[in-house]
């Protein structure tokens, strides 16, 4: 169930404030805005660049910060880190990203030059169409994550000039606007201790799930486990990009989509004859009836019958 604007709009007000007390990660939380294309989350986190000033920011994602031993030092000395269309790569150091967020010390290092210790106090704004792929059971890394969706694409039609009120936002008055609604949003945090809708961490990990992989969510909405099932693998991935295409999300890979429907014990791929042709092929799973049609019809791809094979 969506949350209201209302609380929403207060969330993000308070994390905005919080994300100005350099000093300190007391509240230990990532700020990670959910949702499809064109739902005004970029559109914030460019507002929020320009308000904290470009030299005041960093641009890395959590698995280069996580899995790589640079980007550390960068978060001792920025305000922020913002980073827009998250990659869905897995996150290999799940500890690290704990370690981050709430402001430990940190070994650092830059090319050339001796590691360091450093606090990384720049707190941590991410948007992504889907979070990244790894789904960890640690509660304990969901506990580092403050979530709000954008569930809504905004129509062709109704959408503005982007530039246009990315300008009107970003003058001199909004922007010590935004500074006073800020300072606001801290006092807020601070007297009731907590972020407004914040959830518990096993809510946070349903809610990750929900809007994970594109593969998975087309395996449960549009195929089907079946013992001596068959189905190309060329056949279901066409149709895939379909469906995500539709929700909005990123498309993987047509190897990265063979990889994920075969993790299924139940699955496995291997060539096989149709119409003398090896091709590739799932075993033991079969998209649902009229899935293509379906898809075809709602992202208004009609395939033309005279260049389908029969």
Known sequence: EDEPNDKVVQKLQEYIGYSLVHW??????????????????????DVMKEFYGGENVCNHDIQYLANDKWGVVDLGRKVANIRQELSTKSIHNIGI???????????????????????????????????????????AFYDRWLMVTFPNTVDKEDQVDRQKLFNQLTTDEELSGILNWALEGLENLEDQGHFTGEMEPDAVRQ????????????????????????????????????????????????????????????????????????????????????????????TGEIKDERNTPQ
Not at 103 to 117: A, D, S, T, V, Y
Not at 210 to 216: I, L
Not at 244 to 255: F, M
């Open 97 to 139: 990203v704990k370690e981050i967020i709430s402001g430990n010390r940190l070994k650092g290092e830059r090319k050339g030059q001796q590691p360091r210790f450093v606090k990384p106090l720049a707190k941590h704004l991410y948007s992504a169409n889907q979070p990244p792929s790894q789904q960890p059971e640690d509660l």
């Open 24 to 45: 300190n990660c007391k509240h230990e939380k990532a700020l990670f805005l959910l949702g499809p294309r064109n739902s005004g989350k970029s559109l914030f986190l």
């Open 207 to 298: 809610l990750w799930q929900s809007w994970g992989s594109s593969v998975e969510d087309f395996k449960k909405d549009y195929m089907v486990k079946e013992n001596g099932a068959k189905c190309k693998t060329k056949t279901a991935y066409d149709v895939y990009e379909l469906y995500a295409k539709l929700r909005g999300l990123d498309i993987e890979s047509r190897s990265e989509f063979t990889k994920q429907v075969n993790k299924d014990r139940d699955v496995n791929k291997y060539a096989t004859k149709w119409e003398e042709d090896k091709v590739q092929t799932f075993h033991n799973i079969r998209l649902q009836p009229g899935a293509e049609e379906e898809l075809r019809n709602l």
